[in-house]
C-alpha cells in the first residue's frame, strides 16, 4: 500500500490541523494506521495508532486528549485532528501502515510509510 501524508504547516499555539492521509494500491482497511512523528536528531515517536475496523484507537500520553486519530476505509484515509497544539508538537509527522492484527506502538511493526508532513507550532 502507498500512503501520502498532506496537511501539515505552521500554526500558533493553541491552534489546530488537520493531518490526511491517503492510501492506494491495495485495501485499506486491512491495515492499522498509525501517526509517527520526529524531530531532527530525535528518534521517531509513537503519536496515535487505530485499528482496522475503528474498535481501537491509542494514544501517546504526551497527545492524549488534544489529538483524535480516525479513518474513512470506504475513501481510503486516515486522519489525525491536532487540537490544542503546542511548540513541542513540532515535528515532521509520517503515516504509516501495519499489516498485524491489533494497533502496535512500536515503528517496527509498520510496513508502509508516508512521506511525512513537517507541522511547526511557533509560540
Avoid: H
Wanted: proline share 3%; hydrophobic share 35%.
Amino acid at each position: 500500500v502507498q500512503l501520502q501524508a498532506s496537511g501539515g504547516g505552521l500554526v500558533q499555539a493553541g491552534g489546530s490541523l488537520r493531518l490526511s492521509c491517503a492510501a492506494s494500491g491495495r485495501t485499506f482497511s486491512d491495515y492499522v494506521l498509525g501517526w509517527f512523528r520526529q524531530d531532527p536528531g530525535k528518534e521517531r515517536e509513537f503519536v496515535a495508532a487505530i485499528s482496522r475496523w475503528v474498535g481501537s484507537r491509542y494514544y501517546a500520553d504526551s497527545v492524549k486528549g488534544r489529538f483524535t486519530i480516525s479513518r474513512d476505509n470506504a475513501k481510503n484515509t486516515g486522519y489525525l485532528q491536532m487540537n490544542s497544539l503546542k511548540p513541542e508538537d513540532t515535528a515532521v509527522y509520517f503515516c504509516a501502515a501495519s499489516r498485524s492484527p491489533y494497533p502496535d506502538l512500536a515503528s517496527e511493526k509498520y510496513d508502509y510509510w508516508g512521506q511525512g508532513t513537517q507541522v511547526t507550532v511557533s509560540s
